[in-house]
């Protein structure tokens, strides 16, 4: 087993591309919203492809409601209109103890859609710290800064102890119905006004204020399975962006105690590495295509660091790049590959769960 999430962009794997999984033995799939077009069952199909060749496979999606959301309702297959964290707010400043309760309910009926998929890992939720007042602004290129509406709508808020308390409610809402979470993204998206897609930030903050602030949430969650990276510069704490820094992984686990699993963001994200992109060869996202080299280069600079899992979130554009990530990366040794499995799997407790009432109950909930 290797420590890589690739990504599926697509309906159907080529069976040379399952070939390549069932050799080198990828930790995971995650996937995004192109299978998800063509209803569930083009879902199940490239699930059951991928685990044909990694049985020990986990399948991960980005499913945190709003934008971030890969089953949508206009796709016509009967998915929810998932609200976005920031959905919650008028119910967080009035009953915070309602609130969590929604949005409990809210993660069940989430975590009910996936496992029907075969989805067992939610990268979700977010716990960056976004401030209610924050400008939603554009940037010079047009695109929306990262703390404007898109990050804006996926965040509680901006005090550490309520967004640890939601937080908690989405995560055990998940866990409930045996899907894992992720938190995300550590040390902290709040703070940047790059999204971090296209162009890398550097952020001005002293340890111990991102101790009281930022990293707060995962100092009170440092028992929960997994977090979500983030790719920006601490500049008073390292030069180095935080996936790749090997002082930002060890406050994780030191200064945090975090003891899960630690997930890179996508690598393919330009701020990782900006000067391994290119300027001119964009992806129809905007960014920069990797150059030759980026991919393998940052998997293996995030794991030295102290990264447990890799995420590759792009193979249907040239598969190439996956065969490097892949290639890249150590074979896991059984004991890592043990507490990897053990990590991301979480037990169902929720014995009766019906979808019907908890629709019901989380409407009611947020009723103005």
């Known amino acids: 087993m290797k420590p890589i999430v690739v990504g599926c962009r697509t309906d159907n794997f080529p069976e040379e591309q399952i070939e390549t999984f069932r050799q080198h033995q990828p930790f995971g799939m995650i996937i995004f919203s192109e299978p998800a077009k063509k209803g569930p069952d083009a879902v199940k199909h490239v699930v059951q492809q991928f685990l044909s060749a990694c049985p020990h496979g986990k399948i991960f999606m980005d499913a945190e409601g709003g934008k971030v959301n890969r089953l949508k309702p206009e796709f016509g297959h009967g998915w929810r209109d998932v609200p976005a964290a920031r959905d919650f707010a008028p119910l967080i400043k009035t009953d915070l103890n309602k609130a969590c309760e929604a949005i409990y309910l809210n993660a069940q009926l989430i975590a009910y859609d996936l496992m029907a998929l075969g989805v067992d890992v939610d990268c979700a939720p977010v716990v960056d710290l976004i401030k209610e007042e924050v400008i939603l602004e554009f940037g010079e290129d047009g695109k929306p800064h990262a703390t404007s509406a898109s990050l804006y709508q996926r965040s509680y808020g901006d005090d550490p102890e309520i967004v640890t308390q939601c937080a908690k409610a989405f995560a055990d809402g998940l866990h409930s119905l045996g899907v894992t979470s992720i938190l995300k993204h550590a040390p902290g998206y709040g703070r940047v006004t790059a999204d971090p897609h296209y162009g890398l930030d550097k952020i001005r903050v002293t340890l111990p204020e991102m101790l009281a602030t ?86 293996r600079q995030s794991l030295d660091a102290g990264c447990d899992l890799v995420m590759h979130s792009d193979c249907s554009r040239n598969f190439q790049d996956t065969l490097d990530t892949l290639e890249a990366a150590p074979i896991l040794s059984d004991e890592k590959a043990a507490w990897l499995v053990n990590k991301m799997t979480v037990t169902k407790t929720a014995a009766d769960f019906d979808r019907d009432v908890a629709r019901q109950r989380l409407n009611a909930l947020l009723q103005p």
Do not use: Q
């Open 214 to 299: 930022d990293l707060r949430p995962y100092i009170n969650m440092k028992d929960y399975p997994a977090v979500m990276t983030a790719h920006v510069i601490y500049e008073d704490i390292d030069p180095l962006p935080a996936t790749v820094s090997p002082r930002m992984m060890g406050i994780l686990r030191n200064e945090v105690g975090f003891e899960g699993v630690i997930v890179t963001d996508t690598i393919e994200m330009n701020s990782i590495w900006p000067e391994g992109f290119s300027k001119t060869e964009k992806c129809h996202f905007g960014m920069g295509l990797p150059l030759p080299g980026t991919l393998a280069l940052m998997t």
